[in-house]
């Protein structure tokens, strides 16, 4: 965690909008966001994320890589893997899984420079559940959230936490080792052999899981033989379980 520089809230709407307005202002790479609830969390295709205060850990980071767009996948893959630590599988592209449920959201969102082709900046928003709230989750995900924790532990650990996630993905971005980024990733491949629905609008397509390619994108097979490397996307194991 050398050479970040961290804001810390007790509330704030979203962590990756104020990391945003950060970035518009010239905030240098490292730039990290923490709040102890957020009051529009929001998760990938602006589907909202449950963030409630005291039993969840919410932060975003500011990066400014030398990347391309096409490129800009590793930062969510790495992400992934930096919150994997724990016996927990990776749900392409975005999810972190332990025990079959979902315990850690990633949405990575950038700003594009249009002459260049490249990334002005990127944010990177990571939330995990430490321990369910005392309330339970909401009926819309009750069935598939989870949480790192089954009760809350004795001492407050999610700076210990936050401190972790942020070592481990910050020595896989700066490495840029896609070799061993892939191995890794593709070890805690949740959807690998899975029979899985792609969801496309109100379509929900079946196919299987084949596994993750060179480029981090999932390769399926549809029921009719065609095959496809989906690089973005949603998909479930069960139709209409995404969260």
């Not at 709407?13 to 202002?25: F, I, Q, R």
């Not at 599988?89 to 999810?95: A, E, R």
């Not at 709230?133 to 936490?161: V, Y």
Request: glycine share 8%.
């Amino acid at each position: 965690t050398k050479n970040l520089s961290f804001i810390l809230y007790k509330s704030t709407e979203s962590t990756n909008v104020c990391v945003k307005e950060l970035a518009a202002s010239g905030a240098p790479e490292g730039t990290v966001v923490l709040s102890e609830m957020q009051t529009a969390g929001r998760g990938r295709s602006e589907k909202s994320f449950f963030s409630p205060a005291g039993t969840g850990l919410y932060m975003s980071i500011l990066l400014r890589p030398k990347m391309s767009a096409a490129d800009a996948l590793q930062i969510t893959t790495c992400a992934a893997e930096a919150a994997a630590n724990r016996p927990a599988k990776i749900k392409w592209v975005n999810d972190v899984y332990m025990d079959n449920k979902k315990i850690c959201g990633i949405l990575t969102e950038g700003s594009f420079n249009l002459e260049s082709g490249g990334l002005e900046y990127a944010v990177l928003g990571i939330g995990v559940n430490m321990t369910p709230p005392p309330n339970g989750f909401p009926p819309s995900i009750q069935q598939i959230a989870g949480a790192l924790f089954d009760t809350k532990p004795t001492h407050d650990i999610r700076c210990k936490i936050a401190s972790d996630i942020l070592d481990r993905f910050f020595t896989l971005y700066r490495a840029n080792e896609k070799g061993a980024q892939l191995a890794e990733y593709r070890r805690r491949s949740l959807l690998t052999g899975q029979e899985i629905f792609v969801l496309r609008g109100s379509e929900c397509l079946a196919a299987t899981a084949l596994g993750i390619d060179d480029d981090f994108c999932l390769h399926v097979r549809y029921t009719d033989g065609n095959e496809a490397h989906l690089s973005s996307g949603e998909v479930s194991i069960k139709p209409m379980l995404t969260v």
